[in-house]
């Protein structure tokens, strides 16, 4: 009994331990962020002597705004044709059968492996080639097709999961394949489409190193590259820089916080077979 309550108190400890290194960089964000530059180098640690909205003020009277739409909408197009197409070919690897579809699969899944900063220089040179340069679609084309590998894995373990009775009941009833994946299959995979919308959300929203290649003119930036904008070449206004990283993370917190269940039952979908 003692080795038990000893074996929880040593999980809960190493739990509280996480937790405080996890949260520890978002604290200082916050507290940070509420500060004003005099306060921030006189005492980086010490609570604000009141909370400073200034800083929140001045970053979204700049081009916050336009940096946080561009970067909603290369995230949201990003991710929907990351889930529209990685869960048409999910359902066709985990539910038909057809001539090298094992290879096939296994292929897609070679993508995973592939380090994707060696593709800046083909992708650079192919969308100066497309003139597709300098805008926020030279980013949709890079963002889902390294999002499809882990996607296609994802469902492809969930869809298999599913009860093929259930399908088989629709067909009977004479639905279609595209009938079946869309009013039986596709509800029922709602955690599994969570996890890859979050996980393909956060690197999206996060993307840096593609941004700075293919992008170039201001009004295209994404919140990677404005963040980049309030660096000085003689100093860094610090209480600015964390009220706009704290603008830009609540989008993905939010998103996570909602949906977090969800994405908790889909990444361990498939860890148990019947």
Sequence with gaps: ??????????????????????????????????????????????????????????????????????????SVVSVLLIVALSSLAAYAFARMTFPGRRPLFLWILAGMMIPIHITLIPIYIMTQRMGTYDTLVALIGPYVGFGLPISVFILTEFFSQIPKELED??????????????????PLAGPALATVAIYNLIGAWNEFIFASVLLQSPEAFTLPLGLRQLFGQFGIDTPAVMATVLLGSLPTILFFVVFQERVVSGLTAGALRS
């Design 1 to 74: 009994m003692w080795k038990r309550r000893l074996n929880e108190a040593g999980a809960y400890l190493l739990a509280l331990v996480w937790l405080a290194v996890a949260a520890f960089p978002i604290f200082f964000m916050g507290l940070t962020a509420f500060k004003t530059m005099r306060e921030f180098l006189v005492s980086p640690w010490e609570l604000p002597s009141r909370l400073n909205l200034s800083n929140f003020g001045s970053v979204w009277a700049s081009d916050f705004p336009r940096y946080l739409t561009n970067s909603v909408f290369v």
């Design 169 to 186: 009941a629709s067909r009977i009833d004479g639905c279609t394949y595209f009938q079946t994946f869309y009013r039986i299959t596709l």
